[in-house]
């Protein structure tokens, strides 16, 4: 089993994402919570969105985006 995102092969046999997903995906955990706190509650979905049209998103940032579109279950 590899990152569900780009296949790479995992840290640990358990995890669904490589070690860059993972950290892509913890950055924007945070950057949810911090939009949250700053402007007020904001539905994931349209946080998503927002992100993916950034221009300053990078490109590990964009695939999780993409990805949590897709799989908001992934998203814990
Ligand atoms: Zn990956």
Redesign the pocket.
Known sequence: M???????A?EQASAD??????R?LDSVRQAYEAWANAFGSIGRADFLKRVAKQQGTGK?AR?IVEFLQQRPEMWK
């Open positions: 590899g990152c569900s995102v780009c296949g790479q995992t994402l490589c070690l860059t997903h993972a892509a590990n695939e």
